[in-house]
């Protein structure tokens, strides 16, 4: 720890000393027995070790100092110094009476030793152990001054952490504290926020490669944790300084590039919430994230795929007096807006940043939905860290791990299961792919000799069909995860012939409990089921229409529960009040049974199409077409898909004498701002939509005359 203000009179000292331990003595009067067993479990230390800390510091730093004093020597012993922390450690077996008593006794002793200190000691050079020959004066800013700061700011931070978090957001649904206080005592909350946890993996890997990728510009940018840490850092800093911080929403709408990940860690530093958007995203999605989520700033790519981003932004915030903010990735050109590539390399003004906790919202995630807008799934430091953790374990991802980010950054697959950040967490390194086709993905797969990647089935069949396959040399490949829909069989058992790798299926959702099938499972399971769940304190139950668990090998609807999950969608009360039993397990939509311990998918009870992996709302795909001149009825339907498993068909029932050309329509719905990949792909006109007996179009009927 640097040293922040060097004293240069003793009275400073002494003043600042006597008003730390006054602060402390009022921070350790508002802990209570509850607060005491709430904070059981944590990883960063519980309040009962805090408080023996705070007690145990002082006393053997008035002993390292008054030895200094009396005959010199080496100071700076009181870090790792055993019996100090073998103190520590013990300090949960104390009554809190014994915690709080112990600490007047060490605030004077340290007090006392301080009033021997004379102005000629502060300049006298002192040998520490860490930093070496140095004055006095560094030495009672940073050991004595600065930590017992810290103590009182890691104080502030445990008691917002056990009281629910410092960002208050109107519409969240937290985790009730019962359940909390068990997934903290259990060690699956460990209270550190990402952003504490990248800086922690930083200091681990320091010098080994991290992200490499092309920028917006066309630049390749190949970055080691130290200097990915330094861009995060001066990112955090200029973001705070321009009022992007605490609680603050930015809709982050960027391709797989290296900025998307020092932005995103940025954001989890100051603790502004990202919400993130895809690439393909048009502008009437990203204009209701805008609104529904409450975003002041917006981050775009200067262009994406002939796009260009700075106008798209201009345009949406013409009409958004509170989108204050328009974040640029790459060189924008104007200086009306933030250039996030320059603050990324510009050294930032010093500044004291108030983080977030680690039960804060730490992002809001999409999830494809039957009204057509995405809704915003919360996802919070401490579940997403654990999320992330235990993904990685399973994965078996380690230092060796080099991870190709095919699919969306965007998406919880490719971020955090274990994707990007497990693969960080593991000090392994990221390769950032600005396509996921076939050709593109297979030559960096070579180049970069990936290890580990995620795909979506469709683009598992189209690289298993690649005419170049045979060209590449893919034995680095190790592992090929296939998610966002059910792999089918005869797809699944390509895999290690064609491109050599374990296939690892993945059954989750952006709303919480994740499946795998493992490493090591016997082929039949990995080839004809989607896995099991990542956690023993994952809860899945499988009910009928009436909520009755149906029995082993009986197709339900999956409900889950767990310490990854969310309880509510963010300000969709009425939503969550369908979506969430009394009790709290959130119902997919999915039906899946159980084979032999492992989840099979059969498919969703919702009117969703999945294309690719993609899930698109058929609603909202026929209120867009409701709106084309000569349309009077319609429904949007999946047809089958060798290789995407669906694509999406509109039936039309049209005015008399009016004519739909396919290519119009679809041009017309791109000017409405929907989404390339929800265009109907066919369509068929009829007299009449066939009726169901209570009068609702009868889609089964429309899907049977595609078959």
Request: with cysteine.
């Amino acid at each position: 720890m640097d040293s922040p203000f060097a004293y240069s009179d003793v009275a400073g000292i002494v003043r600042d000393n006597a008003a730390l331990d006054a602060e402390l003595t009022v921070l350790a009067d508002d802990v209570t027995p509850d607060l005491l067993h709430a904070s059981q479990g944590s990883a960063r230390w519980t309040l009962a070790e805090q408080l023996g800390h705070v007690g145990e510091f002082p006393r053997f730093l008035a002993a390292d100092l008054s030895a200094w004093l009396a005959r010199g020597g080496q100071v700076g012993r009181t870090h790792d110094d055993s019996a100090r922390l073998a103190a520590i450690a013990a300090a949960p077996s104390k009554s809190f009476s014994e915690l709080r008593g112990a600490l007047p006794p060490a605030f004077a002793a340290l007090s006392a030793v301080l009033e021997e200190v004379t102005p000629d000691h502060l300049a006298v050079q002192m040998d520490h152990r860490v930093y070496g020959s140095e004055p006095l004066a560094n030495y009672v800013s940073r050991d004595i001054i600065g930590h017992k700061r810290q103590h009182i700011a890691q104080l502030r931070t445990s008691f917002d952490y056990l009281a629910g978090g410092r960002i208050c957001l109107d519409g969240f649904v937290p985790v009730p504290r019962h359940f909390a206080e068990r997934y903290r005592r259990d060690g699956l909350w460990q209270g550190r926020t990402l952003g504490e946890l990248f800086d922690h993996w930083a200091a681990r890997s320091c010098g080994r490669a991290a992200v490499s990728g092309i920028d917006v510009d066309g630049v390749a940018q190949h970055l080691s944790y130290a200097a990915l840490q330094q861009r995060v850092k001066n990112l955090a800093a200029h973001l705070h300084q321009r009022g992007i911080a605490l609680g603050s929403r930015v809709v982050v709408q960027l391709p797989n590039v290296p900025g998307f990940v020092t932005l995103l860690l940025a954001l989890f530093k100051v603790g502004a919430v990202p919400v993130l958007a895809l690439p393909q995203h048009g502008d009437h999605e990203i204009g209701y994230l805008l609104d529904h989520s409450g975003a002041t700033a917006y981050a775009v790519a200067r262009t994406f795929r002939g796009d260009d981003g700075v106008a798209r932004a201009r345009a949406l915030s013409e009409s958004r007096a509170s989108l204050q903010h328009i974040l640029v990735s790459g060189e924008p050109g104007t200086d009306d807006v933030i250039a996030l590539d320059r603050l990324e390399t510009t050294p930032p003004p010093s500044a004291v940043i108030p983080g977030p906790v680690a039960c804060d919202v730490a992002m809001f995630l999409l999830s494809g939905g039957t009204t057509g807008e995405p809704k915003l799934i919360p996802r919070t430091h401490d579940d997403y860290a654990l999320n992330l953790r235990e993904s990685a374990r399973v994965c078996g991802f380690d230092q060796s791990t080099v991870y190709l980010a095919a699919l969306p950054a965007a998406h919880n697959f490719p971020l955090g299961c274990p994707g990007i950040l497990g693969t960080l967490s593991a000090g392994g390194r990221v390769v950032l792919a600005p396509s996921p086709d076939a050709e593109p993905a297979l030559e960096l797969v070579e180049r970069e000799r990936v290890t580990a990647t995620a795909l979506v089935p469709a683009l598992a069949i189209r690289w298993m069909e690649s005419s170049r396959l045979a060209d590449r040399d893919l034995t680095s490949l190790k592992l090929l995860q296939v998610g966002g829909q059910r792999f089918q069989a005869e797809h699944a058992r390509l895999v290690r012939p064609t491109l050599g790798s374990t296939l690892q299926q993945v059954f989750g959702m952006a709303e919480g409990l994740l499946n795998y099938t493992r490493l090591d499972d016997p082929q039949d399971v990995i080839l004809e089921t989607q896995g099991r769940p990542l956690l023993p304190q994952d809860e899945v139950r499988l009910v009928d229409e009436n909520d009755l668990e149906v029995s082993e090998g009986m197709r339900g609807e999956l409900l889950t529960r767990g310490p990854y999950t969310l309880r509510g969608y963010f300000r969709a009360p009425g939503h969550n009040a369908r979506s969430f039993t009394p009790d709290g397990f959130y119902r997919s939509g999915d039906i899946v049974r159980w084979h032999r311990g492992n989840l099979v998918v059969e498919g969703r009870i919702k009117d969703l199409i999945n294309r690719g992996g993609e899930k698109i709302s058929a609603e909202e795909v026929e209120n867009h077409i409701l709106a084309y001149p000569g349309v009077m009825q319609t429904a949007v339907v999946a047809m089958k898909d060798r290789v995407l498993g669906e694509r999406v068909c509109a039936f039309l029932v049209t005015r008399r004498g009016a004519g739909v050309v396919h290519s119009e329509l679809n041009q017309f719905l791109l000017r409405r701002g929907l989404a390339k990949f929800k265009l109907p792909e066919r369509i068929e006109t009829l007299e009449e939509l066939p009726l169901t007996n209570v009068g609702k179009v009868n889609k089964k009927a429309l899907r049977d005359l595609l078959a």
